[in-house]
Every structure is written in C-alpha cells, then in structure tokens.
C-alpha cells in the first residue's frame, strides 16, 4: 500500500510540475508583451518599464520561473508598486484588483468550497441511491420513475435549472433570498439559505447522471457470479446486496465522483454566473476579460491542484474498495 501511494503522489507531483510550466510558458513566452494587459490604461512608456524590472521580465525565462515557484513556497518581493513582500503562498500582484492574488483567492475559495461539497453530498446522496433502489426494483413503478428523473436531468442544462428556481422560489413565492454568500461562520442559516438554489440546481443534474450510472452498474453486479453464489448460500438479502454487490457496484462511481468534484472546485463557472456568486470560476472569467495575467495563472495552478488531489483521494479510495488495485 505504501508503494502504491508513493507512486501516486510522486505522479501528482509531476502532473502539477508540468502544469505550472505550462501556465507559465502560455503567458511569458508568448510574443505579446504581457506588461500591457496588467498595467493600467494610463500607464506611460516610463511606467511599462517600471512594472517589466519589477515583475522580472528582463530576467532569462527560466530564472522568472524560479523566482515564481520559489514566491509559492517561501514568498519573495515584488517591488514597491505591488505591495513589497509578498508571503508565501506569493502568487503574484493582480494590477486589475490592486492587490496579491493570494488575498483574491482566500477571499473567493471558500464561496466555490460552499457550493461544490454541499452540492456533491446532495448529488450522490440522491443519485447513488435512488440508482440502486431502481436497479433492485426492476420493472416496478420506482424504476421508471428513477428513469425518467434521469432522462429528465440529463436533458436539461444548468442555466436553464438555475433561473427555473431563481424564478420560482426567489422571484414568485420569495421562499429563498437572492443567492449570495455568507461566511458559515457568520451566520450558518444565511449561509445555506444563500446557496441553496446553487445545490438543487447542481445536485439535480448531477444525480440524474449518478442514478443512471449506479443503476446500470448494479445489475450488472447483481447478474455477477459471487452474488448468485452468496444468495445460494443463504445470505440473507441485506447482507448480499450491502456488503458484496454494493462494494463492486460503487467503485466507478467513486472514480467519476471524484472528478467531478475536482473539476467543479476548480470552477463552478456556470453556477456563479447563473446565481451571481462570486467564486473561484467567475473570478478565472473576469481575469481573462481584464486580462489579469497573474489571477489566470494562479486560477489555473489551483484547480490542476484540485484535479490532482480528487485523483489521489480517488486512486485511495479505490485500492481500499478494490485491493487488487494497488498491485497495478
């Protein structure tokens, strides 16, 4: 089991490593002068040059690549026009927000974490769930029914669902506020009354595709030999449905929940946007339309950190489901 994690995380290290490179390359090695997107409109000749000495922009590439790397560990100083020093994590000065990136991205994390977990224990809850009470009533009212709820969920788009509820329970009969985000700290009851639209919207179209997967995955186990020979001998049916079928049934599910969940913390673009909230991916958004070259990178770097880390946890999860998995 050690070796197989030892792989795993040394695989994660080299994903991110290439990443980073990547972000890097894509936009300082690029031929346009990436100064002129991140100083202001009334920046002079004199000014340009300014923030190329203090960004390191004369330096050879692959030193500006050290010195970035290096501010994500240690910190390091960006110059009096950004701030001074700036601490570890540094991932630069955002020009557009006036301030280091790292304040902009402790400030929208948490409003992205408040949507995805929440949505996600909702999502396969409801989808897992509802899949294998279809796939162990088969033919009867419920399994229909279990199907038709994910032809209907996979039909339809987010956008469409957030303003259908937007409509309905804000607008119409007020049940909900306006979606916004309160620190749970704060106020725990205006912090889910806030974003539970955001969570049904998500969680809907999610367990649609959950309760399809889970389904088809359990009849596949329950035609499976170990199944028909634990009921043969007696097993009674929780015992043969819970602890064989289920575990079998479970494993590409946890395998595709984990990168959905990765992804969506990497940017739930749609949802914030639908809903006004202002988290990780409606930041990513902003900084490409302003052109804010240091919060693109930075936005970029964190969710390859959240694929990455999903991956982990789902290779865990995995070789403890499924041990023959950890002598790959």
């Known amino acids: 089991m050690t070796r197989f994690v030892v792989r795993r995380l040394l695989s994660a290290v080299l994903t991110l ?3 980073s490179v990547l972000s890097f390359l894509m936009f300082f090695a690029l031929p346009k002068d990436p100064v002129s997107g991140m100083c ?25 690549y050290a010195n970035y790397m290096t501010g994500i560990v240690t910190g390091r100083d960006l110059g009096s026009a950004q701030g001074g020093h700036c601490d570890a994590p540094c991932l630069g000065w955002s020009y557009v927000n006036n301030e280091a990136v790292t304040d902009t991205l402790v400030r929208v994390l948490p409003v992205t974490l408040s949507i995805v977990f929440p949505a996600a224990v909702l999502w396969l809850l409801v989808g897992v769930g509802l899949g294998m009470v279809s796939a162990l009533r088969r033919g009867t009212w419920l399994d229909k029914a279990a199907i038709g709820f994910s032809l209907t969920g996979a039909s339809m788009q987010l956008y469409f669902v957030g303003a259908v509820l937007l409509l309905i329970f804000t607008y119409q009969l007020r049940i909900t506020p306006v979606p916004g985000y309160t620190s749970i700290l704060d106020d725990p009851v205006k912090w ?16 649609a595709i959950y309760a399809r997967l889970s389904r088809a995955q359990m009849l596949e186990t329950l035609s499976e030999d170990f199944v028909r020979t634990a009921r043969a001998k007696g097993l009674a049916k929780r015992t043969v449905y819970g602890r064989h079928a289920l575990r079998a049934a479970i494993t590409p599910v946890v395998t595709i929940a984990g990168l959905d969940v990765g992804s969506a913390l990497g940017g ?23 052109g804010d070259l240091p919060t693109i990178m930075a936005t970029v770097l964190i969710s390859a950190v959240f694929i990455v880390v999903a991956n982990i ?12 998995v950890r002598l790959r």
């Open 192 to 207: 889910a009354s806030g974003l539970v639209l955001a969570w049904v919207s998500l969680a809907f179209l999610f367990s």
């Open 17 to 19: 490593f290439v990443v």
């Open 40 to 64: 202001p409109k009334n920046c002079n000749a004199e000014r340009l040059e300014r923030v190329r000495e203090e960004l390191g922009l004369r330096d050879p590439l692959v030193e500006q």
């Open 268 to 290: 739930t673009v749609i949802t914030e946007t639908t809903f006004g909230i202002q988290g990780l991916g409606r930041t990513a958004i902003d900084a490409v339309r302003a």
């Open 313 to 324: 946890v789902v290779d865990l999860l995995y070789a403890a489901i499924d041990p023959r």
